[in-house]
């Protein structure tokens, strides 16, 4: 994060050279670097930024595509609310694609193979729960990651820890205890949690004033949730 600081500074602070109408800048983990910049004093009142990332409804779209192309009747193609009739479990299979195309099709794919047909008019419910738990388990979390996390052993280890709290938010004092760790050891687990994306601060404090942190990762929270402690 700083040294993209560092090198997009000269750029974030040339007004001239950002009204340029034919001239964008992509940055991934946005969020993480404006923090940074913000620390530099860089301004974000004088531009605005624009997220580039996939709505839902632009996915559901992308895959109806697909799915027509699949269809054998093109008159009455399978769709995605034709196989996942259920809304709520349509928002499940939206929250775990996390606006992703290649996440939700990976998906999608995990709860074919339950299945156990190709010729698939509407996802069964029991196909529907062992699909998001494979796909969780089997994510790419690794590739998700920039290459400044290390090894992916490293990020694994991590993940299953954080699996192992049994908590999709937590304070210090909580992974303290949990983990029977001293503070100062705690701190640089958080911090690296952080480094790894895994964790975020929380908008809201404990009654105490206590920090909370949040798991990031929409498919980590899914196995928290179901008591699920490790991805083998």
């Keep these: 994060i700083e040294k993209v600081t560092t090198f997009m500074y000269d750029f974030l602070t040339d007004n001239n050279l950002l009204y340029t109408s ?3 800048i992509v940055v991934s983990l946005w969020s993480e670097v404006k923090k940074s910049l913000n620390k530099r004093g860089v301004r974000f009142d004088k531009f605005k930024e624009i997220d580039i990332r996939w709505t ?123 983990f029977n760790l001293k503070k100062n050891t705690a701190l640089k687990h958080i911090e690296t949690l952080i480094q790894f994306n895994l964790i975020r601060d929380s908008l809201y404090q404990t009654d105490s004033g206590d920090i909370k942190y949040d798991v990031c990762d929409p498919r980590i929270r899914y196995l928290i949730n179901r008591g699920i402690q490790d991805l083998d």
Excluded at 131 to 146: E, H, I, L, T
Aim: proline share 2%.
């Design 22 to 24: 034919k001239l964008s």
């Design 56 to 178: 839902n409804e632009e996915l559901v779209e992308m895959m109806n595509k697909r799915l027509l192309y699949y269809s054998v009747d093109k008159k009455t193609p399978v769709t995605l609310s034709s196989l996942v009739t259920n809304e709520n479990q349509l928002a499940v299979i939206m929250e775990l694609a996390d606006r992703s195309p290649r996440s939700l099709i990976n998906l999608l794919g995990y709860i074919l193979y339950e299945e156990h047909t190709n010729n698939v008019r509407e996802f069964s419910v029991d196909a529907l729960t062992k699909g998001y738990m494979m796909y969780c388990r089997k994510f790419d979390y690794v590739s998700a990651q920039p290459s400044r996390t290390g090894k992916g052993s490293d990020l694994t280890a991590w993940i299953t820890r954080l699996l192992r709290i049994k908590l999709s938010q937590f304070t210090l004092e909580q992974y303290m205890a949990h």
